[in-house]
Nanobody, 115 residues
Framework: QVQLVESGGGLVQPGGSLRLSCAASGSIFRIYNMGWYRQAPGKQRELVAQ???????NLVDSVKGRFTISRENAKNTVYLQMNSLKPEDTAVYYCTMVRGTTAYWGQGTQVTVSS
């Protein structure tokens, strides 16, 4: 059974930075596409960033130039580096691991951007 464990969330002031990590169990991490979603209170869950098994990345327009997604297959880990954070980035961030019709989700980590 695959498990995803996110970490790195917290409270940060506007303009600050956080790095989220998502560690996956299992030995086939490298063949999966990985992603980060977020869900703010009262809003639908939205895709923030994706990285494919071959390292191709895609980010939603609202975070381009501020967020970076990366992966370290040797550690079964995907990262989301978040810089220049804004209050509207406040949400629960979820890690996902996808291959075909199979998808796994983490439990989420809270990110709050507030002064």
């Amino acid at each position: 059974q695959v498990q995803l464990v996110e970490s790195g969330g917290g409270l940060v002031q506007p303009g600050g930075s956080l790095r989220l990590s998502c560690a996956a169990s299992g030995s086939i991490f490298r063949i999966y596409n990985m992603g980060w979603y977020r869900q703010a209170p009262g809003k639908q869950r939205e895709l923030v960033a994706q990285i494919t098994s071959d390292g191709t990345t895609n980010l939603v327009d609202s975070v381009k130039g501020r967020f970076t997604i990366s992966r370290e297959n040797a550690k079964n880990t995907v990262y989301l580096q978040m810089n220049s954070l804004k209050p509207e980035d406040t949400a629960v961030y979820y890690c996902t691991m996808v291959r075909g019709t199979t998808a796994y989700w983490g439990q989420g980590t809270q990110v709050t951007v507030s002064s």
